[in-house]
């Protein structure tokens, strides 16, 4: 697409995925009388809706919201039971995090470029890995969650539907910057967004009751274990043979049990940052 032509929409539409609390979670008591609302919100779906109209090219058709629920019946069809994941997954609008070149694929089962050799998760992965972490907590948000590879801010955006609070570290800057200007225009309040070495974790907000990394190595990281809640589950890929798995660890009172999971093929965890 030629930009002179056809400028790409403006970002800047006030979307905010916190404002209606983590999914299925009732909506925040009414404000006292003669309190002042601040930056009244209109409806989400909405605000996705017109923010869809305005940025889906041709081909992607007018309203998204079709698209993402046929995404989410391919995904209950294929296994996935959390319905608080899948519901997560309705709301946002994952043709936004990527190329616009790329966004009538981004509901399709695929990962897909997204700069940098790195690649956002095909949905499915970010299911799985999601449901995993939540561990089947019925309509219960995790209180604080970290994730490792932030990437385009699409998963970290599923993970503010489903935590109270979202830590998301990320080591490349320009990835790093580009989901924050694309996630502050959402007003998605309850992420943090860390440029920095994920393998550390993030020491200043631990400990986590979730961490899942979108990136694998060939251990875990002993920071993670240490800045895991007792209660906590940590979800990761780690290498193994020639591919990966995923990893889940959960922690109790009396130490860590460890389950491996499907093989799957995430791009590399790497220390340090550029
Ligand atoms: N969740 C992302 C997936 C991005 S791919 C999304 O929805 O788009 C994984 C990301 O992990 C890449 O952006 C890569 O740069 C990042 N990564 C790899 N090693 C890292 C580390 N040590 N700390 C932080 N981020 C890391």
């Not at 391919?74 to 995090?97: I, S």
């Not at 020491?203 to 190595?217: F, H, K, Q, R």
Request: charged residues 20%; aromatic residues 4%; glycine residues 10%.
């Amino acid at each position: 697409m030629n930009d002179t032509t056809k400028p790409r929409a403006p970002r800047a539409f006030p979307l905010s995925l916190e404002r209606l609390g983590p999914v299925g979670k009732p909506a925040a008591a009414p404000a006292p009388p003669g309190a002042t609302v601040l930056r009244p919100q209109r409806p989400l779906h909405q605000a996705v809706q017109d923010r869809a109209r305005a940025a889906a090219p041709a081909g992607l058709g007018l309203d998204s919201e079709p698209v993402r629920q046929r995404m989410v019946q391919k995904l209950r069809a294929a296994g996935v039971r959390d319905e608080q994941v899948l519901a997560a997954m309705a709301r946002v609008p994952r043709h936004l995090f990527v190329d616009t070149a790329l966004a009538t694929q981004a509901y399709e089962d695929t990962s897909l470029p997204i700069g940098l050799q790195q690649t956002i998760s095909k949905p499915s992965v970010v299911a799985r890995m999601l449901e995993l972490l939540r561990g089947g907590r019925g309509e219960q948000p995790l209180p604080r969650i970290l994730e490792i590879g932030t990437g385009c801010g699409y998963q970290a955006a599923v993970l503010a539907l489903l935590g109270r609070q979202v830590i998301s570290v990320e080591r490349l800057k320009p990835l790093h910057e580009k989901a924050r200007g694309l996630l502050r225009s959402m007003r998605v309040d309850n992420l943090r967004l860390v440029y920095g070495d994920g393998m550390l974790g993030h020491g200043p907000n631990a400990p986590y009751d979730g961490i899942v990394s979108a990136a694998g190595g060939d251990a875990i990281p002993q920071a993670w274990l240490d800045q895991l809640a007792v209660g906590g589950r940590l979800v990761a890929p780690v290498v193994r043979g020639s591919g990966q798995v995923i990893v889940l660890v959960e922690r109790s009172e009396s130490g860590f049990v460890r389950s491996e999971h499907e093989a799957v093929h995430f791009v590399p965890l790497k220390s340090g940052t550029t």
